[in-house]
């Protein structure tokens, strides 16, 4: 027959009362003698009491409330008359102090309270994110653990065997997965259908299941044969049915409830071990996981360049930040073999990880692709075929790429999607933005080359998305005409006095507001 855990009732006993003391706050060990110093100071009576405050009476001249926290039974401190008054004041003036303090001492009262919930919820939220590791003495494996679990339960409520059987991922199977007094070849057998099997089902739904005879066991699809009574109990965490627990004897018999509780108690440790076991692979893995995402972080630094090329007359500074500890934002430079400098920025579509590998892809493909090829649009071009046989479209940037002849002052540029392009002069600034199709998206997408010369004292100013998108200290969208307004003012005309200008702008107005990666990349011809 089946069986459900027997309600336990509170037992009243009857006695001789004992003396009753005033309730005070838990926690608070103090508060009997603060309320001993108050009579003494000002005659009066001040009592703590649990519930809320009640109204005025003749018989009670003052209350208010204490407030000890959510969850917890409000109380409140009441005034009465003292049979003594205090040196110095009158009868009037010593009830308006009387009250003043009690408030006072109500106010401190509710904030200590307060404090000493907010600690017991801080207290476990911070013991809910310790990482699990492993003991130095933990050398049994999980199997050994778990069968040393059922032998104990098993011999606690003298049974021969226990098992245990745990569901698959989709709830319609069990698979006998540790066991202890069975033979080991029964784990090699196949998992068992959950439906259909009547006394598992049945513990699942919260109830021990005992079979005290063969003919019962049969009825309940008992999963092992051979024995001549049975129980069954379930395995879950307080979100997950896990399985069941199952315990064998040789003879027939009945489980009383404190051996169904026994069992109860044993379900709960095998699930414990189990979360355990789980959360301890996780936690290893998300750490191998966070070293791995910080060399990645780090070869991203690496790869950004740091130090300008070394030709007369001009000057290069870039400057990139992600949203998150990997981003898709990047910029570049380097020198062809004919002495021509090749500056490059960009953005690759996507966030984190994803970002960061095509920004690596599409910086990787623009350096091979610009050791035989003298043309941006066509270096572009063989980046954008080259991303789209690769990945079939997954892998898409914006692209700014330039060559420059440092000898004239001749660039040469392509872009494809949307780069902030601004060329500041003497006399203002002027946007060589276009809105064009991605590298990578498009097999068939033309890129058409676009050419300038850069005067003395002039420069390019390239940026990304994130930094065009981005807000100012007043929330209003920079867009290229507040970038150009930051450099405009800018006596300093190199390259990295440029950059540091729009870099402060995020730095100062929104270090912890950036959602967007940025990259920046300025171009400066110096005087000769």
């Not at 392509?414 to 601004?422: D, E, H, K, V, Y």
């Not at 002027?430 to 590298?439: D, G, I, M, N, Q």
Request: hydrophobic share 40%; net charge negative; proline share 5%.
């Amino acid at each position: 027959m089946a069986k459900s855990p027997t309600h336990k009732y509170l037992k009243v006993y009857t006695g001789q009362a004992s003396e009753t003391r005033p309730p005070v706050v838990e926690g608070i060990r103090s508060l009997p003698a603060v309320l001993t110093a108050f009579q003494r100071a000002t005659g009066w009576s001040l009592r703590y009491a649990q519930g809320p405050a009640p109204t005025y009476g003749a018989d009670l001249p003052w209350s208010t409330p204490v407030n000890p926290g959510e969850g917890i039974t409000p109380g409140h401190l009441k005034l009465e008359a003292g049979r003594s008054e205090p040196v110095g004041l009158s009868a009037g003036s010593s009830a308006e102090a009387a009250r003043q303090l009690a408030s006072a001492v109500a106010g401190m009262l509710s904030e200590t309270r307060q404090t000493q919930h907010a600690l017991w919820q801080r207290e476990a939220e911070l013991a809910a994110g310790v990482p699990l590791i492993p003991a130095d003495d933990e050398s049994n494996h999980l199997a050994a653990r778990l069968e040393a679990v059922l032998k104990s339960g098993a011999q606690a409520v003298g049974a021969q065997a226990a098992a245990l059987y745990l569901l698959d991922d989709a709830t319609s199977q069990l698979k006998l997965r540790s066991s202890w007094g069975l033979p080991r070849d029964r784990l090699l057998e196949p998992p068992r259908p959950l439906r259909g099997s009547v006394a598992d089902l049945e513990a699942l739904l919260g109830s021990a299941v005992v079979l005290e005879d063969v003919l019962m066991m049969q009825h309940w699809k008992v999963p092992e044969e051979g024995f001549a009574a049975a129980a069954c109990v379930p395995i879950s965490s307080p979100t997950t049915l896990l399985g069941t627990l199952w315990v064998y004897c040789t003879t027939r018999r009945d489980f009383n409830d404190h051996q169904t509780g026994l069992l109860e108690i044993v379900a709960g440790r095998l699930a414990a071990d189990l979360e355990r076991e789980m959360l301890l692979r996780e936690g290893i893995e998300a750490a191998k996981f966070k070293r791995q995402v910080a060399a990645a972080e780090q070869l991203q630094q690496d790869l950004s360049p740091t130090v300008a090329p070394q030709v007369d007359g001009w000057d290069l500074s870039g400057w990139a930040v992600q949203a998150g500890t990997l981003g898709g934002d990047f910029f570049d430079w380097f020198c062809l073999p004919d002495g021509r400098l090749v500056a490059v920025a960009g953005s690759a579509h996507g966030k984190g990880i994803e970002a960061a590998l095509v920004a690596c892809s599409v910086r990787s493909a623009i350096r091979c692709h610009a050791q035989y090829h003298d043309c941006a649009a066509r270096v572009l071009t063989e980046v954008n075929r080259t991303l789209w046989t690769g990945c079939s479209g997954g892998q898409q940037a914006a692209v700014f790429m330039g060559i420059l002849d440092p000898l004239c002052g001749e660039l040469s540029y392509s872009t494809a999607g949307t780069m902030g392009i601004l060329r500041i002069g003497k006399d203002g600034w002027k946007s060589l933005t276009e809105r064009l199709a991605p590298v990578g998206g498009d097999p068939d997408a033309a890129y058409s080359l676009r050419a300038f010369r850069m005067e003395s004292d002039e420069a390019l100013l390239l940026v990304t998305e994130g930094v065009i998108s981005a807000t100012d200290s007043q929330g209003r969208v920079m867009g290229e005409a507040g970038v150009a307004d930051l450099v405009a003012g800018e006596r300093d005309r190199s390259a990295k006095a440029l950059v540091a200008a729009v870099r402060g702008q995020f730095h100062v107005h929104r270090p912890s507001r950036q959602r967007n990666d940025q990259a920046l990349l300025a171009v400066c011809r110096t005087a000769p």
